[in-house]
């Protein structure tokens, strides 16, 4: 069974950085695709990045392209998310999740195509 867990989160002021990290247990990843996804209150849970576990190739979603990097250490077995010039939009909980077996030819970026869940860190950006 694979078990995902989040750290890093904290409370930042606008401008700054946080690195957010899933350690992933339970499985060899090699054909995993691993994701970030975020959710504010009120609104729905929010694609961020995804990487592949395999090859590192990586995908982020507009709203952070430039500010934020996933990574992962094949070693450790955890995920990185290095978020910077954070904005107070940027706050939300920050979720990893991982999908087996996905297409090469797209990432998987809806919520629904991940198959396992952590818990969630807290992220807050102050203005």
């Known amino acids: 069974q694979v078990q995902l867990v989040e750290s890093g989160g904290g409370l930042v002021q606008a401008g700054g950085s946080l690195r957010l990290s899933c350690a992933a247990s339970g499985r060899t990843f090699s054909g995993y695709v691993m994701g970030w996804f975020r959710q504010a209150p009120g609104k729905e849970r929010e694609f961020v990045a995804a990487?592949?576990?395999?090859?590192?190739?990586?995908i982020n979603s507009d709203s952070v392209k430039g500010r934020f990097t996933i990574s992962r250490d094949n070693t450790k077995n955890t995920m990185y998310l290095q978020m910077s010039s954070l904005k107070p939009e940027d706050t939300a909980v920050y979720y990893c999740?991982?999908?087996?077996?996905?297409?090469?030819?797209?990432?998987?970026?809806?919520?629904?195509?991940?198959?396992?869940w952590g818990q969630g860190t807290q992220v807050t950006v102050s203005s």
């Open positions: 999740a991982a999908k087996l077996g996905a297409t090469l030819w797209r990432f998987p970026t809806l919520p629904n195509e991940y198959d396992d």
């Open positions: 990487i592949r576990w395999g090859g590192g190739n990586t």
